[in-house]
């Protein structure tokens, strides 16, 4: 094992997905999100577990390749602080069966409010693959437009997530929130993240709407969603066929506004987000400033320009076919003539 080159990792969140190949063969991908240090310390995971008896060590896949991890990608800062790490490989199972993968790795971030001495706990996540007996084989599980990282406000209404979930075989979705655990199960003296007298911490179990009113404390807080596939047999009647144990990480801060915006982020409006197809821009408030506007994709790559120089008012909306864009998540970028840079996520299923 590699702990010794992890005593400064800082683990936020992360999950297991797999993809079906051929046969028994399958695609699996680690991802995590830490804290993002250096010197890096996330060039390499180890002891994963693929559930039939074997393990192994994976170098990072995504990002830029050419930077100080040998033999591994840099990953992908996807906010001030925080980096996604993905590690991707092919495994090969035995036959159908039922396996469980697993990864452990050491630290937690310090100071998690809801999971006591956080800095001392090992991560631990799974994800449950059931091979059926019939067929080639055949199962690949839900994937997510959302990154688990959620920033919230304190005392400021209701904190929502949804990990927009989307199963590429068709098979319905459940969802649920378990306890975080270690690499020895359970982590002793967790709790649920705490709404105060009156409040309600829950997940709708079937949109998968994570709904936490009212953050109490500010702070950082960590919760498992488990995402179930079922599938329908041939009479009708659902199985299990698999799950993915999602640690996700909870960010409450004090804020000055609804989800820390400033008043230069307010004046436009976009709709309906997430977005399939058609997005429509609008302005706040009267203004005859002159935009141009980028999609950026979450490695900071200007993929398309949607307008430049155009005008909008609350009288004239702006639409933008988003149809040849990737499903994912993206910034639009608008740049003022007036020098107002405002920036908003957007997610594209």
């Known amino acids: 094992m590699f702990y010794s080159l992890k005593l400064n ?50 170098y990072r896949n995504n990002g830029p390749c050419s930077g100080p991890c040998s033999s591994a990608c840099e990953g992908v800062v996807i906010s001030t602080n925080i980096k996604m790490n993905e590690y991707i490989t092919t495994h090969t199972y035995p036959g159908s069966g039922n396996y469980m993968m697993c990864l452990n790795q050491p630290n937690r971030n310090a100071g998690v409010i809801n999971l006591p001495n956080s800095v001392n706990q090992p991560m631990a996540f799974y994800s449950y693959l059931v091979i059926p007996t019939f067929g080639s084989g055949k199962n690949t599980s839900s994937v997510f437009a959302n990154h688990p990282i959620v920033s919230g406000c304190l005392n400021n209404g209701c904190v929502t997530y949804n990990p927009s979930a989307t199963d590429l075989d068709g098979d319905s979705l459940s969802y649920e929130t378990q306890m975080c655990t270690s690499n020895t199960g359970t982590v002793a003296g967790y709790s ?38 079922w599938r329908k047999d041939d009479d009708g009647f659902y199985y299990m066929v698999g799950y993915v144990e999602r640690d ?35 302005l706040n408030q009267n203004s005859d400033e ?29 639409v933008l076919n988003l149809e040849t864009i990737n499903p994912g998540i993206y910034f639009l970028q608008f740049i003022g003539s007036n020098n107002t840079a405002i920036t908003k996520k957007i997610i594209k299923q």
């Open 192 to 229: 649920y993240p705490y709404a105060g007298a009156g409040g309600t911490f829950s997940i709708n179990p079937i949109t998968g709407l994570l709904s936490w009113c009212v953050p109490q404390y500010a702070g950082d807080y960590n919760v498992v969603i488990k995402i179930t596939e």
């Open 248 to 282: 996700t990480e909870l960010s409450i801060g004090i804020c000055t506004g609804i989800n820390e915006t400033t008043e230069k982020e307010n004046i436009i409006s976009v709709s309906p987000n997430p977005v399939t197809g058609n997005l429509t821009l609008s």
């Open 9 to 58: 990792a800082a683990y936020r969140a992360g999950n297991i997905t797999y993809s079906w190949l051929f046969g028994y063969t399958y695609q699996i991908k680690f991802t995590t999100y830490t804290t993002d240090i250096m010197p890096d310390p996330y060039c390499q995971i180890d002891s994963i577990c693929f559930g039939d008896g074997t393990r192994g060590n994976l």
């Open 290 to 318: 002159l935009f141009d506007i980028d999609i950026i994709d979450l490695t900071g790559r200007k993929i398309k320009t949607f307008l430049n120089n155009e005008s909008l008012s609350k009288e004239n909306k702006v």
